[in-house]
């Protein structure tokens, strides 16, 4: 049970506290509370004790005054009397008792005649106190003082009365009994009125004083809620705004600061969805346009890819010049052809169109089909194709296309850039995680360079000719293909050494990328790291130099056609009759 | 006899181009440039293959494909520039054939016209049987008791390619060697489109299909056959290569 109601305790105080750090209304109100209740407990404190003082002062000063009278007046009696003996003085104290009791008015208690302890008169007077009163009321420094002082002393002592006490005032002075020698004379004042009127006026100052705070509470909340709601509102509509619903307003009421809060919320929302809208349609334009192009480009080059075509056949009964000419319109026309398709496709991909058709697939039978085809542009060029692939099927749920697509630019790649070297393919996979690593032994690259390879239209070298076929888009769109699957294209390379192309692929498009089954060659990998943080590079397994490339989106939309594989046929055949100077590097 | 082949585009200079590259394959061409004169010049050209642009000012090539395709079963092949799903299947649901994307190499379009207008001169007389459904190979005519059963060319090649050989199942690949002609990797939402229309007119309940089946992940083959005397005709053993339906 207790540690039942400790949860509770601890829940609520847990609430608590989140109500405290979430909402401005509560905070206002809590410090309002707080701040106002201390001020009331200084405040109300002063005032009791300052009503208090001169309600007992004026009081002290009457009881000195009545005590200094009634101890006057007895004293004068007993001179005047004649007391020569014992019997005569006790009968003499006996007498004046009521008029000893009465001193002090409404507020007499009575009386108590002590003798000095350390008299040495030889006569003692007894029964000289009021009923109900005893010595041991009086504090002995009280005693002390009026023993030692000739003057009135005073202290508050503590009446019985019934169950309790009240408070009450002694006032002493020493008084000359004759015979008897020196006596202390004190009277009892009580105070018990004062003290009640203390008590009401201490009452009324605490009630007033909750009154007062819980009044300013509920003002301060009321408060705090008018100004704080058009802010939550604001945040909310802001909030929502920013989740993409352009058309969230706040309702604007009067004219006051909250108002033009409000207003200029409005105006600012307003301002954004038309600039957000505006920006959207140019960018939407801009892919329709570049997708408009692309398309109406394709008749004329139609015409003309048949043309070009038909002076190609015949051009043995043409004159050098013209048959040369009708090659190299065939072999231009076709990289425009590559060109027109890879630009359509990486429109698809930037405008989202790009979508997964997915289905479980053999890579090897994938790589098997690209290395063949790419058999006769590493024959012509004296390039070794090594592949290595496991013995048990590897499979993962890809689009077929896509991973061929992928696979050819990196091959076909590797292979123009060989010189003579073997190029080697290898496929591995684990259980999360399908590679693909093409390494040449050519000219390689500088890593430096590495993460710039996919760039569109990037070129080591800009200064030598583009000569070769290839779009300049391949790597890009390789990229986008592997991005789509939920995989990445890393690259590393080495000048002289040559360069390496992984392909990683998760199993399925939804599984998470494991770490790669196929290191990067370690002859690759550079010797220092790049320095540089803003360098989208990460290392992976200890490899340094190893680029992950910066994913780009891909959402659902239309499938594409054949893309690259124009571009990579026109590398195969078209680009092979033109290649004499040195080529690009990754072009 | 040359093949004569109606070529339907707005482009002039393509239509001509065309023309010159089909005239080189001893094909005789005729010209139409647009969608609304199209069924008349069909009609008075009667040719043995149509070649329609997609995109025609005026009533549109799926429009005319549906014209053409009403009133007979000549082979349709679609040029077209956009190769989206959606035009294509439009394209291709209004009753084409094939379709070659641009921009094209003569070579493939020459393939792709040749393929739809071979004839299977060496057919033998030959009667297939796939679900409650009699094939007359020779005579290009289905049945299904009594009644006949009207096919284009196209869909009657697809069937009984299917029929020839029932114990196997054919990917989408293979279908499209053998019934299209490609050699090369193509587009398969051909067959896929071409099976729906086949099966819109052979089955009892295309929802449900008993001479068509799916073979799910791999592709289609033909149903068993059903019927009084289904002890008949066994079918020519097929080729080597064969996936078993087993």
Redesign the interface.
Known sequence: MPGRVGRRLRAAGAGAAQRWRRSLQVRVVGLTVALSTLTMAVVGGFLADAIGERLFEARRDQAFAEAAAGAQAFQERLDQADVPTAVELRQFVADNREQLGSVGGDGAAGYLLLRVPASEASVTVNGSLSAGLTPGLLSDPLREAVRDRPTQQAAPVALPRGEGTVPALAVGQRVDLALAGQYELYFVIDLSREQSTLDAVQRVLVVGGLLLVLLLGGVVSVVTRLVVRPVREAAAAAARMSAGDLDQRVDVRGEDDLAALGRTFNEMAASLQRQITRLADLSRLQQRFVSDVS??L??????M???G??LHEARGDLEPAASRSAELLLAQLDRF?AL?ADLLEMSRFDAGAAALDA??VDLRALVARVVEHAEPVAAAQSVPVLVTVPPEPVTAEAEA?RVERVLRNLVFNAVEHAEGRPVEVELAADGTTVAVLVRDHGIGLRPEDAERVFDRFWRADPARARTTGGSGLGLAISTEDAVLHGGRLEVVGQLGLGAAFRLLLPRTPEAELGPSPLPMPADLAPAAPPDDPSAPSVLVEGLPGVVLVPSAAGSPG??G??GT?AAADAIATASLPVVQPPAGRRG | MTPRVLVVDDDTALAEMIGIVLRGEGITPSFCADGAGALAAFREAKPDLVLLDLMLPGVDGIEVCRRIRAESDVPIVMLTARSDTSDVVAGLESGADDYVPKPFKPKELVARVRARLRRREDEVPETLRAGDLVIDVAGHAVSRGEQQIALTPLEFDLLAALARKPWQVFTREVLLEQVWGYRHQADTRLVNVHVQRLRSKIEHDPEHPEVVLTVRGVGYRAGAVKGDDAAAPSAPQGGAGTVDAG
Not at chain 1, 298 to 303: N, Q
Request: cysteine-free; proline content about 9%.
């Open positions: 398309h109406e394709r008749t004329p080059l139609t015409t890819r048949m043309a075509e038909v052809e027109l289905e479980p296309r239309a499938w056609d054949a594989e």
